[in-house]
Structure formats: structure tokens, C-alpha cells
T-cell receptor, first 117, second 114 residues
């Protein structure tokens, strides 16, 4: 079974600063996906960024980037030039790459990120 | 058009009642899920269905019964509701073969049991 650990229950930074959210995971799988999902107060789950384990290059999406360290089983999210709208719960998640299977996501407990004006 | 839609969004009911939450996806996906988010925001998978067939059934009380009448729908029926069932329930879907792994979530259904 997979486990995902987010060690920062809450973080607070000033607007425009850069912030890094930590995530580690444990798995015996060699092929998998990692995700960061954002859940604002509206409670909608929004995909922020996705990484495939076989790709060494770190994924980036505009102000969001990851630092994927496969050997260390670490997958941190960096948010640059943070904005008030980034205030949300952020969940790190793991999924086995099972082709057409129905494996779901295993989530960490989340980090509540607060962007201060 | 909402990709994954759940009804109702909010549900308040008394202990012992039976209730259902409906989910529909218009993405043509093969796989659908139910997740439970507790008061501490922890998200845990409950069930997954692939082409109407139950694939994952985590340790969930048998008072919870999912039903998938077709590939686009996955409903959740809960019997004899208990206080501990209060949570937000999310439906999600994912494409099958050659998918990107991404799950698409509904807006969640907040269930409050009094």
C-alpha cells in the first residue's frame, strides 16, 4: 500500500513571496503518477500539476513547479509570486500507473496555505 | 456544462434515515469513484467502478452501497445514517486506457447527520 505524507499542516506567507510545500511518499511501485491538487474554500478539487514518475524533468505550470526526487521519494511544490487566490488546502496525491485499471488517488493530509496581503 | 456533477450539494438529515447522492459525468470516462472527506479534510477512497463493475471497495460499512446503472453514473446510497457519516462526499471520474491519471472531481456533497 502507498502512503503520502505532508508534514506541514499550515503555512502562511506574504503575497508575492515564494513558498514550497513538502510531500514525501512511500511505494514499492516503479511506475506511477504524482499530483498536487488545490482545494479553495469553494471546496472544488482543482488539479495544479502532475508528474509522471518515469520523467526525470520536473513539471512546471506557470507559477507552479515541482521538485521531484524519485530516489528520495519526495515531491515538493513551489509556488512563485504567490497571489491571494492561492489561499487553499493543497493535497499531494499518488496513483499507480495501472494502464486501464481503476486505481484511485492516495492523498496526503493536506497543507493549508494562507497568502497574506 | 459541468463535467462531473453531484446532487444534492448539501444534505441535512436525522440519524437513522436513508439518503442517496447522485453523480453523473459527461466526459465519457470509464472509471468513477467515491471519496469521503472528513472534518479534518482528509480524503479517503471509498469505491471505484470501471465500466459499471465494482473494482475497489475499501473498508466501508455495508450501510454504504454504490450503484452504477451505466458508465456515466455512480450513485451512493447510505442506510441508517450515523453521526460519523457527516462529511463531504466527492464523486470523481477518470479516463481508462491511455489516460493521464488525472481525476476530475465533482463539487462535493456535504452531508450533515443530526
Amino acid at each position: 500500500a502507498q502512503t503520502v505524507t505532508q508534514s506541514q499542516p499550515e503555512m502562511s506567507v506574504q503575497e508575492a513571496e515564494t513558498v514550497t510545500l513538502s510531500c514525501t511518499y512511500d511505494t514499492s511501485e516503479s511506475n506511477y503518477y504524482l499530483f498536487w491538487y488545490k482545494q479553495p474554500p469553494s471546496r472544488q478539487m482543482i488539479l495544479v500539476i502532475r508528474q509522471e514518475a518515469y520523467k526525470q524533468q520536473n513539471a512546471t505550470e506557470n507559477r507552479f513547479s515541482v521538485n521531484f526526487q524519485k530516489a528520495a521519494k519526495s515531491f515538493s511544490l513551489k509556488i512563485s509570486d504567490s497571489q491571494l487566490g492561492d489561499t487553499a488546502m493543497y493535497f499531494c496525491a499518488f496513483m499507480k500507473h495501472a494502464g486501464g485499471g481503476a486505481d484511485g488517488l492516495t492523498f496526503g493530509k493536506g497543507t493549508h496555505l494562507i497568502i497574506q496581503p | 456544462d459541468t463535467a462531473v456533477s453531484q446532487t444534492p450539494k448539501y444534505l441535512v438529515t436525522q440519524m437513522g434515515n436513508d439518503k442517496s447522492i447522485k453523480c453523473e459525468q459527461n466526459l465519457g470516462h470509464d472509471t468513477m469513484y467515491w471519496y469521503k472527506q472528513d472534518s479534518k479534510k482528509f480524503l479517503k477512497i471509498m469505491f471505484s467502478y470501471n465500466n459499471k463493475e465494482l473494482i475497489i471497495n475499501e473498508t466501508v460499512p455495508n450501510r454504504f452501497s454504490p450503484k452504477s446503472p451505466d458508465k456515466a453514473h455512480l450513485n451512493l446510497h447510505i442506510n441508517s445514517l450515523e453521526l460519523g457519516d457527516s462529511a463531504v462526499y466527492f464523486c470523481a471520474s477518470r479516463a481508462g486506457v491511455s489516460n493521464t491519471g488525472e481525476l476530475f472531481f465533482g463539487e462535493g456533497s456535504r452531508l450533515t447527520v443530526l
